[in-house]
């Protein structure tokens, strides 16, 4: 009986997501781009969690750590494609294909954390400001409009410099740059639920003003935000690679897109009887790139038909 | 009968930018146990706020500025006006309880019906449900054997449940039940909340309960909407309930299903219900008594046959003859209502007052006894006694 109960409590708790789950296949089943959206990025999480079966690390010049790209020999001329390097190899030899394998991942968690990072800050304060209103909404929105204010990439450009080159720099640069635009937009829908009479009748039933946010104003409000944040994940990811490119990125080596297409800066253009020569340094990375963000904008737009509830059974 | 909640001069003010609306100047009413108060006037002449005001819910720019509310709950009467936002929480929805106006927005549109009544139940009776599905776990454990596993879990949910009705705020709990898997032990609790929910979904006249609690709203008719909205606010079997025009937005045939609804549930809950409404004919179907309002206070208190028989207030009075019925030439009151920035001074209504005297734009009038239980604030009928 105990065990059976048990199963029953399981069928009944998981019955009702997996059925939303079944939905939400049909809906993206019915549009061709959002498969295709879905294909991409299914095939790019596939290679970031097979990376170490796609390209074993272990080769002597990495000394130990996965994410930098094994590297044969100092010579600055990129080597086109041969059976040792499927992609060829970028200015000092480091290797395209490992490259691009790893750097897959390092995309993916530019691209989550940047994008988790600013909207848990923008919630916050998008939140208070929304539902409060009067003198906290006036201070949070106007610190708001502050950042707003400067160019977005220059800013950025700055912060790294003063928290120094790297990786997690970019991510905390571009999380303080990107959630202005998430918070005014959850301040707004905020603003509209606030006034809903079931907003009303959540705090006539006696719930406190946290429950009455997060169980009754986000669920109705965080659809468009959802949708943003999924469509930036992708330009997150090109802005990411912009500043490798600019030299603002992790240490040479590190397996990155931006940084190798920084690498192929110098040669796009070989000589005048092989002007594309040297093609596979920079149209690898940057194909890679280019669906990167393609798969996240199909996926935001697939996103927006499935997750909110007022639009999606029609 | 002794009063469940007593309004007395309550004053609302809006601070507004074009300047102070002076939305209730001086409410005074009471709702006995047990009885049906209609409160009528028309448009923005202060109903709804009189009603939010007894959950002390007003919208930002407003103030309470004056007056008490005193509510007669279990323990004893409570001030509602100066209560601290904890009691008021723990009142709400448990002991006072609203109806809205359109039960299309009153729903939330992201839950079923089940969770949204399943909310009020968790936030008011969570004591006694866990108790109920701590009796059917014993009942498991008397029936089953308690072979190795089958025992180790019940003993484990045991536990749970023990801990749950001993220390209902214990964040351990909290915590374990943000846990997937872990946290299926709230199913025995979630099986006890639904059998209440299908229960009082059966008693709001809900064909098929076990099917509707698992709909969204918008898959829902108005009418349906608004006896789930009924179900929420009775769920927790409040003393008062707050009842907003629940039928303005519905058509006449389910007005009348849900007027003897309410009628009915009033019966059996034994609750008392305030019943605003701009509507005559729903007065006359509901109410026990009436009281009627203009412009921010209240002119006129009667028993309901009472006030159709014999309306004292010159507001009242025209009030009922401007009912159309046919046959009769039909009446409107002359004028318009008063803009609540620049009311007009004294008693309220005398730039549309047919009897209006020298006195009436002097002096506010108070609210006297002329015969039993019929209450007026107009200087005709001050004279008399004096």
């Known amino acids: 009986m105990g065990v059976k109960s048990w199963l029953r409590n399981f069928k009944t708790e998981i019955g009702p997501t997996l059925k939303e789950l079944k939905f939400m296949i049909g809906r993206i089943k019915k549009s061709p781009l959002s498969v295709m959206g879905v294909g991409i990025l299914a095939f790019f999480i596939a290679v970031a969690l097979l990376a170490p079966v796609l390209a074993p690390p272990g080769h002597p010049s990495q000394r130990g750590d996965s994410y930098r790209m094994p590297q044969s020999g100092w010579a600055a001329e990129p080597q086109p494609p041969d059976e040792n390097h499927p992609f060829g190899t970028t200015q000092w030899q480091y290797d395209i294909y490992y490259g691009t394998i790893w750097g897959t991942r390092t995309a993916l968690r530019i691209g989550f954390m940047v994008v988790g990072g600013a909207l848990a800050v923008s919630l916050l304060i998008g939140c208070l400001a929304g539902y409060y209103g009067g003198i906290v909404d006036e201070l949070l929105m106007r610190f708001t409009d502050i950042i707003w204010a400067f160019p977005g990439l220059i800013l950025a450009m700055a912060l790294i410099t003063v928290l120094g080159p790297s990786l997690d720099s970019i991510v905390i640069a571009l999380v303080l740059v990107g959630w202005p635009s998430y918070a005014r937009v959850i301040r707004g829908q905020i603003l509209r639920v606030r006034e809903e009479d079931y907003v009303e009748a959540a705090k006539a039933v006696g719930c406190s003003d946290f429950r009455v946010i997060w169980k009754h104003i986000l669920p109705n409000s965080i659809y468009p935000i959802v949708i943003m944040a999924s469509l930036d994940i992708g330009a997150v990811v090109l802005t990411a690679a912009a500043l490798s490119f600019l030299g603002l990125g992790p240490r040479p080596g590190y397996a990155d897109w931006g940084q190798m297409i920084s690498f192929s800066r110098a040669y796009i253009y070989k000589n005048a009887q092989d002007p594309l020569g040297y093609w596979f340094t920079w149209t690898i990375p940057g194909i890679f790139i280019f669906l990167f963000v393609l798969g996240w904008n199909l996926l935001g737009d697939a996103f927006r038909d499935i997750l909110d509830p007022t639009q999606r059974r029609r | ?386």
């Open chain 2, 1 to 386: 009968m002794s009063k469940l909640i007593e309004i007395q001069d309550l004053v609302l003010r809006f601070y507004t930018y074009e300047g102070v609306v002076k939305a209730l100047e001086g409410v005074n009413l009471f709702v006995k146990k047990g009885e049906t108060l209609g409160l009528v006037g028309e448009t923005g002449c202060g109903k709804t706020m009189t009603g939010l005001s007894i959950f002390s819910l007003i919208p930002a720019p407003g103030q309470i500025e004056g007056g008490k509310i005193l509510f007669k709950g279990e323990d004893g009467i409570q001030e509602l006006l100066s209560s601290d936002e904890r009691t008021l929480m723990s009142i709400r929805g448990k002991n006072i309880s609203m109806i809205f106006q359109e039960p299309s927005s009153a729903l939330n549109p992201v839950y079923t019906v089940e969770n949204q009544i399943a909310e009020v139940f968790l936030h008011h009776r969570r004591g006694e449900l866990v108790k109920s599905a701590l009796e059917g776990l014993e009942r498991d454990i008397q029936d089953g054997d308690t072979g190795s596993l089958k025992g180790f879990i019940y003993g484990l949910e045991r536990k749970i449940y023990n801990r749950m009705s001993e220390k209902p705020n214990s964040l351990s709990l909290k915590l374990l039940s943000k846990i997937p898997i872990v946290n299926m032990y709230q199913g025995r609790l979630k099986e006890a909340v639904r059998k209440e929910v299908v229960k009082i979904l059966r008693e709001m006249e809900i064909g098929d309960p076990e099917r509707v609690a698992d709909m969204y709203p918008h898959e829902l008719s108005g009418g349906m909407q608004q006896r789930v909205v009924i179900a929420m606010a009775l769920s927790c079997n409040p003393m008062l309930l707050v009842a907003d025009e629940p039928t303005t937005s519905l058509d006449v045939t389910i007005q009348a299903q849900i007027l003897s609804l309410i009628k009915r549930l009033k019966k059996e809950y034994g609750s008392s219900i305030l019943y605003i409404t701009h509507d005559m004919g729903v007065i006359a179907e509901i109410c026990d008594r009436v009281a009627v309002m203009y412009a921010g206070s209240t002119c006129e208190v009667a028993d309901v046959i009472e006030l159709f028989k014999d309306p004292l207030h010159p507001y009242a009075k025209a009030l009922l003859e401007s009912i159309p019925r046919p046959g009769k030439e039909f009446k409107s009151i002359i004028g318009t209502v008063p803009n609540l920035i620049d009311p007009p001074s004294g008693c309220r209504f005398h730039p549309r007052c047919p009897n209006a005297m020298e006195i009436c734009s002097k002096a506010k009038p108070k609210m006297i006894e002329i015969k039993k239980d019929h209450l007026v604030a107009c200087h005709l009928y001050s004279r008399h006694t004096k």
